[in-house]
């Protein structure tokens, strides 16, 4: 069987395979003979032709931008917004190894160093001294020259702001556990104290208490026979029966070392001024002496340094000689303590030796200003 392939064309209008040489296109009923040339093959129409200006052209691709636009907006606003949830970092961990290390030895203590007591502001009033502002706050007159650059007389004057030093603390001693015979005889003694009334007299309470009037008066330092209202009596009884009226056993004196003796006058820091000539120191007694006993007053010039007067006496009272006065316009500051003694002899040239029969009295201090113009002694 012979295969023979007819020869077909192209229908300009629709595209369809027309037989060639065929004058309608079967599938859209076409002229096909309209465009066909002598011995050439039918050519397709070409598509018509728009033609825009160019403002035309340009109104339609700003119109359809907006178009599009608007489209993308619109759409926009109807979509959820969506977010996106963070992203989560690991974070590294930081694995440390623990490595064998040297042990430090502990730090040496370094001792701090106690603060210094800051010094306070004192307001000079009129009539004061250096003396005096010294002692009222218990430091030394070169304390205060040092701190405050005063010349070496410690000129001051009324309203002038001085500093003033604390004073140093003195450690108090602790109290001995052996007592002296006199302490303990003091610690042994049985003793009542006794408020004086109107109309007592020493001799009516020594009576009462069956106690000797020179008992009562060794006991509270008394050295003349009067007391007062209110004051107050230490009685012995201890000593009771003792050189009383029926003629018993005198009342024997307590054995040395003898008590400090108390000091009464002058107070401690007082100040004595030019017209002052003499000074009277008085202390309470510490018993009845012995014939070679007495009390040694020792008179120290702290301004001087080197001037002391040393004394003895019986009596409970010394009138310091206008000779010890300083010479010069200038307070001294003078220092002054008791202490009983014994004579225990004498030296090569006839002078007594004196030996120590009891303790030392607290020392006190005074300021005398010496008389304008005197010569120094």
Known sequence: MTNETASTEIC?????????????????????????????????????????????????????????????????????????????????????????????????????????????????????????????????????????????????????????????????????????????????CSKVTYDVQVGDT???????????????????????????QGQVLVIPLCERGLESPGGLTPTPTIPPPYAAPSLLKPNDGAPFIATDDTVILQWASVGTLRENEYYQVSILDVTDGELTLVDYVTDTKYIIPASFRPGEAVAHIIRWTIQPVRQAGVDANGLPIYESAGAVSTPRVFSWIGAAGAQPR
């Not at 020493?202 to 000797?212: F, H």
């Open 202 to 228: 020493l001799s009516t309470i020594a009576a009462n208490y069956g106690v000797s009037i020179e008992s009562i008066k060794r006991w509270n330092g008394l050295v003349l026979d009067q007391v007062n």
């Open 12 to 188: 300009p209008t629709c595209g369809s395979r027309v037989t060639e040489g065929a004058a309608k296109c079967a599938v859209c009923g076409a002229d096909l003979t309209k465009g066909r040339k002598a011995g050439g093959a039918v050519r397709a129409s070409r598509m018509p032709e728009v033609t825009l200006s160019l403002p035309v052209a340009l109104f339609l691709l700003a119109l359809f931008l907006f178009i599009g636009a608007a489209s993308v907006y619109f759409l926009v606003q109807e979509q959820p917004e969506l977010i996106d949830p963070p992203t989560e970092t690991p974070s590294a961990t930081l694995t440390l190894t623990p490595t064998a290390s040297a042990t430090l030895a502990p730090p040496t203590e370094t001792p701090t160093p106690a603060p210094t007591a800051t010094p306070f502001t004192y307001v000079v009033q009129d009539g004061d001294l250096c003396a005096t502002i010294a002692f009222q706050f218990s430091v030394s007159i070169q304390s205060i020259i040092l701190l405050n650059n005063l010349d070496a007389n410690c000129t001051i004057f009324a309203n002038q702001n001085l500093l003033i030093p604390q004073p140093t603390p003195t450690v108090t001693p602790q109290p001995s556990a052996t007592l002296n015979p006199t302490e303990q005889y003091v610690a042994d």
